[in-house]
């Protein structure tokens, strides 16, 4: 799929657009003016990539708000070289984002269909993500410790195995808690295990599932 001169002065707007609403990490904004957000969405909403809003793209799962994932990078302070844990990929399009910052990013994906599809997308990109089919919740062990994780599922829980997973120091951004809307939280894991917790505001996203999804 083409990134032609509109998409580029429509994604150049996209980015003013989320500067004016509060978001002022430079290497984000960057970043995102980078990555071509349509190629990530169906060709059914083509002409809706660059407004500021989330979109279906199947199984359930949706591309977040711009906004959102502007917001979510910049709790996370990613910068060059560190490993992020990112827990749900759906589209792949955050992934890109903090591929494109430097990170070394890690995702799951529970979905099988999603998974494939996405797989096959970030293969023909040169955006590097290494990417794992399976339950999230789990993280990804062999590949521990993390710099960063990124949950970008709702989560009425956080697990043990993300936790042990997390360098001490470490950042962990995740929207917290059930219902139709979350409260969007920074945690910081202490030299004593604990994790100190930053609130950021109330968001709304799909729910954190486990277990690897067959549909």
């Known amino acids: 799929m ?22 002022t990490d430079v290497r984000v904004l960057e970043a995102m003016e980078k990555i071509p957000r349509h190629i990530f969405m169906d060709s059914s909403f083509l002409e809706f990539a660059y407004q500021d809003k989330p979109f279906p793209i199947g199984s359930g799962q949706t591309i977040s708000q711009p906004y959102t994932v502007a917001f979510q990078t910049m709790l996370l302070e990613a910068s060059r070289g560190l490993k992020v844990l990112e827990i749900g990929t759906g589209s792949g399009y ?17 979905q099988r269909k999603l998974f494939a599809k996405t797989k096959l997308l970030l293969e023909s990109l040169s955006w590097k993500v290494q990417l794992f089919l399976g339950d999230g919740n789990l993280g990804l062990p062999k590949f521990a410790p993390f710099d960063r994780i990124l949950i970008t599922a709702a ?8 936790v042990d997973q997390l360098k001490v ?16 939280k920074r945690l910081i894991k202490l030299e004593d295990g604990s994790l100190k917790e930053e609130q950021f505001g109330i968001f709304r996203f799909v729910p954190l599932l486990g277990n690897i999804g067959n549909d």
Do not use: N, W
């Open 2 to 23: 083409q990134d032609t001169f509109r998409h580029k002065g429509l994604r150049k707007q996209l980015v003013e657009e989320i500067r004016r609403k509060g978001i």
């Open 94 to 110: 955050q992934a890109c984002v903090l591929a494109e910052m430097g990170a070394k990013v890690y995702s799951i994906e529970r």
């Open 155 to 162: 989560a009425p829980s956080i697990s043990t195995a993300l």
């Open 169 to 184: 120091g470490g950042l962990m951004v995740v929207p917290f808690g059930e219902g139709a809307d979350q409260t969007m």
